[in-house]
């Protein structure tokens, strides 16, 4: 793969802005004038979803919008965060509700020709020290592989990977507590299982090891002997800069490109060779304040 195409995640023009761009065309317009390849979307709030799109038909208009304006969806992440309860918990004995959520997503975006699609562990970091006690990080773990296990045979019949985003801001996010559940998911024979390498997120767990619980766990090599680790395993990228700090809602702050301490000089070749089955990097502006201000800068900078 000599070249990445470039998209850009629309939650960066929800979250965190004085003004959220809830007009799903008004993105597509703007970054068709930018030179963007491609958008991901964020299926949730008021862009796109199966409750906006209910039908065939809906959808198929929906995807011919997004083409007539140059672009292709790059991926979708969809919206799971409510599966963190008991009774509808992604760690519970029959996660009923989650992968029933899950098939309809997967329905949704195979009309829209998405061909990867974004999952979390969902429960916070210290979830096994306080409500999850009972149950153990591991049993927990275990859990959560059989789950993406019948996940990731959905997406398989539609077609798609899957990508697990790792964050500090969920449970499971010290280096070898990813490798070893992304392990243990694609030892069921889930070869379309895999993780989302955030360039951010990979900082924040290899070099700072933010809100990881007991002790810390760093790796000599932080960010770059993590996608190491990682090479073969990696299902979808997501790239933007870090200053090595959480924001308010407690995961990696997402700086924009040169604002930070990563060093993408170094990055961008490693992650060009990392095995990732498409040629897609998602720039992730989440929660960054003034989302639009840097989405040029974004494409500018990594076209260089």
Same mark, same amino acid.
Request: aromatic share 10%; with cysteine.
């Given at each position: 793969?000599?070249?990445?195409?470039?998209?850009?995640?629309?939650?960066?023009?929800?979250?965190?802005?004085?003004?959220?761009?809830?007009?799903?065309?008004?993105?597509?317009?703007?970054?068709?004038?930018?030179?963007? &390849? /491609?958008? #991901? %979307? !964020?299926?949730?709030?008021?862009?796109?979803?199966?409750? @906006?799109?209910?039908? +065939? $038909? *809906?959808?198929?208009?929906?995807?011919?919008?997004?083409?007539?304006?140059?672009?292709?969806?790059?991926?979708?992440?969809?919206?799971?965060?409510?599966?963190?309860?008991?009774?509808?918990?992604?760690?519970?004995?029959?996660?009923?509700?989650?992968?029933?959520?899950?098939?309809?997503?997967?329905?949704?975006?195979?009309?829209?020709?998405?061909?990867?699609?974004?999952?979390?562990?969902?429960?916070?970091?210290?979830?096994?020290?306080? &409500? /999850?006690? #009972? %149950? !153990?990080?591991?049993?927990?773990?275990?859990?959560?592989? @059989?789950?993406?296990? +019948? $996940? *990731?045979?959905?997406?398989?019949?539609?077609?798609?990977?899957?990508?697990?985003?790792?964050?500090?801001?969920?449970?499971?996010?010290?280096?070898?507590?990813?490798?070893?559940?992304?392990?243990?998911?694609?030892?069921?024979?889930?070869?379309?299982?895999?993780?989302?390498?955030?360039?951010?997120?990979?900082?924040?767990?290899?070099?700072?090891?933010?809100?990881?619980?007991?002790?810390?766990?760093?790796?000599?090599?932080?960010?770059?002997?993590?996608?190491?680790?990682?090479?073969?395993?990696?299902?979808?990228?997501?790239?933007?800069?870090?200053?090595?700090?959480?924001?308010?809602?407690?995961?990696?702050?997402?700086?924009?490109?040169?604002?930070?301490?990563?060093?993408?000089?170094?990055?961008?070749?490693?992650?060009?060779?990392?095995?990732?089955?498409?040629?897609?990097?998602?720039?992730?502006?989440?929660?960054?304040?003034?989302?639009?201000?840097?989405?040029?800068?974004?494409?500018?900078?990594?076209?260089?």
């Amino acid at each position: 793969m000599a070249k990445a195409r470039i998209s850009i995640g629309t939650w960066a023009y929800l979250f965190n802005q004085e003004q959220p761009t809830n007009d799903f065309h008004v993105i597509l317009h703007k970054l068709q004038d930018l030179g963007y &390849d /491609g958008v #991901e %979307l !964020g299926s949730f709030g008021p862009h796109p979803s199966p409750v @906006s799109h209910p039908t +065939k $038909a *809906s959808r198929q208009k929906l995807r011919k919008t997004i083409a007539d304006h140059g672009l292709a969806l790059s991926g979708i992440a969809v919206d799971l965060w409510a599966f963190k309860n008991p009774g509808t918990s992604i760690v519970d004995e029959n996660p009923n509700a989650y992968l029933t959520a899950f098939l309809g997503w997967a329905a949704f975006a195979a009309d829209l020709d998405v061909k990867t699609i974004r999952v979390d562990t969902v429960i916070a970091p210290d979830y096994f020290e306080k &409500d /999850g006690k #009972e %149950l !153990g990080a591991q049993k927990g773990m275990e859990r959560i592989a @059989s789950v993406w296990d +019948k $996940a *990731s045979k959905i997406a398989a019949d539609y077609g798609m990977n899957i990508c697990w985003e790792f964050e500090p801001g969920f449970a499971f996010n010290k280096p070898s507590e990813i490798i070893q559940l992304v392990d243990l998911v694609r030892a069921k024979g889930n070869s379309n299982f895999g993780v989302l390498y955030d360039t951010c997120h990979a900082h924040m767990c290899a070099v700072v090891g933010a809100n990881q619980t007991g002790t810390k766990e760093l790796l000599p090599g932080g960010e770059l002997e993590l996608l190491d680790k990682l090479k073969g395993k990696i299902t979808h990228v997501h790239v933007i800069d870090s200053d090595g700090s959480l924001n308010e809602h407690n995961t990696s702050t997402h700086n924009p490109f040169g604002t930070g301490k990563l060093d993408f000089d170094k990055l961008a070749p490693a992650l060009l060779k990392a095995g990732v089955p498409h040629d897609w990097w998602c720039v992730d502006l989440c929660f960054w304040p003034h989302a639009w201000d840097v989405t040029a800068q974004s494409k500018k900078y990594l076209d260089k």
